[in-house]
């Protein structure tokens, strides 16, 4: 079934596919930043600032700068949930360090390491073999 028919549909999906990613990214970047905006008034109210505030606060605006990075160029980059990652974890560990063992802390910032190897990995994969536009990789001349 090849027809104009089949055509039509095929087109319609798209679309369809194309409004649900902008509503559910829309959705994303109104929850993130008003999540941003309730933790900057928790600060305010408490009149304290502390590092592990300031850590979430970035996690909020690197979910934003995904959303934004989203839009425009209509994919995500594999690094940006990398650095999302990184962020929460460090938080994580900031907030419980006195609550876990020293193992589990050892765990954790190995875990941090091996998701930075994984932004350098990516990172370089990105530079030496980029993607066309159709997703598949072109070989490039080393420079």
Do not use: C
């Not at 959705?27 to 930043?33: F, M, N, Y």
């Not at 605006?61 to 995500?76: A, H, K, P």
């Not at 990184?86 to 941090?112: D, F, K, Q």
């Amino acid at each position: 079934m090849t027809g104009p028919i089949s055509l039509d549909v095929k087109q319609l999906g798209s679309k369809v596919i194309v409004i649900i990613e902008h509503v559910g990214l829309l959705i994303v970047l109104v929850a993130a930043v008003f999540a941003g905006t309730q933790e900057i008034a928790d600060m305010w109210r408490s009149g304290r600032v502390g590092v592990s505030d300031l850590l979430l606060l970035f996690i909020y605006l690197e979910v934003v700068t995904m959303s934004s990075v989203y839009w425009r160029i209509g994919r995500l980059p594999v690094r940006i949930p990398l650095y999302i990652a990184m962020v929460a974890m460090s938080r994580h560990l900031i907030l419980n360090t006195s609550e876990v063992s020293p193992w589990t802390i050892l765990a954790e910032s190995g875990a941090i390491l091996i998701l930075a190897m994984a932004v350098l990995m990516v990172r370089y994969g990105h530079t030496r073999m980029p993607y066309t536009d159709e997703g598949s990789s072109e070989q490039k001349s080393p420079d």
